[in-house]
């Protein structure tokens, strides 16, 4: 059992950790196989609910719902994550700028919580990402014109938050989005593409 630990990074257990300290695990309803007592345990082997991992122990998959607490930093640890679902918990807090570590991501769905703050910058490193679903937060601020590097961008969901300003042009320069919502914000114009 042992061998098993040591196919899984010490960083990403960690950031397991961090997200189950950060979110009040003791109290979930939904937990399967989440125990931290175990210095042994390997959500990879053990199928831990809502982590799946590839074939060579990295996490590629992570989805918790109706949750309570904030997104630890250390959220950017999980280098080989493709999905990243926290979407309809009672997040609070900040979204981390070391989410934009996390180069593989392709779904991040982080609507329907609490988040409050900017959408920061980093997010435009995420060369991969497909969909970002941000809506039904407390987000402020403008939307960062890093937003315009996701070059493989199909949705941006960003409805129902207090942000402001303008959009920025460099959303122009995304060749195919399929899905815009922005209703609900403040913004002080759009794009020609958008108007149309």
């Avoid at 309809?88 to 609490?114: A, C, K, V």
């Avoid at 060369?127 to 809506?135: D, I, R, T, V």
């Avoid at 989005?177 to 114009?189: D, K, P, T």
């Amino acid at each position: 059992m042992a061998s098993s630990v040591s196919n899984i990074s010490p960083l990403e257990r960690q950031a397991l950790q961090d997200l189950y300290d950060s979110t009040d695990g003791p109290n979930w309803i939904y937990y399967y196989g989440w125990d931290f007592s175990n210095p042994y345990a390997n959500p990879c082997d053990e199928h831990w609910y809502g982590v799946t991992c590839s074939a060579d122990y990295h996490i590629i998959s992570l989805g918790l719902f109706y949750k309570t607490g904030t997104i630890p930093s250390t959220i950017g640890q999980l280098s080989s994550l493709q999905s990243l679902y926290l979407n309809s918990n009672q997040l609070t807090g900040t979204i981390p700028s070391t989410i934009g570590q996390l180069s593989s991501l392709q779904y991040l769905y982080l609507y329907s919580n609490q988040l409050t703050g900017t959408i920061p910058s980093t997010i435009g490193q995420l060369s991969s990402l497909y969909y970002l679903y941000l809506a039904y937060n407390q987000l402020t601020g403008t939307i960062p014109s890093t937003i315009g590097q996701l070059s493989s961008l199909q949705g941006l969901v960003l409805n129902n938050n207090q942000l402001t300003g303008r959009l920025p042009s460099s959303l122009c320069q995304i060749s195919v989005i399929y899905y815009f919502y922005f209703n609900g914000n403040l913004f002080e114009c759009y794009p020609a593409f958008l108007r149309s």
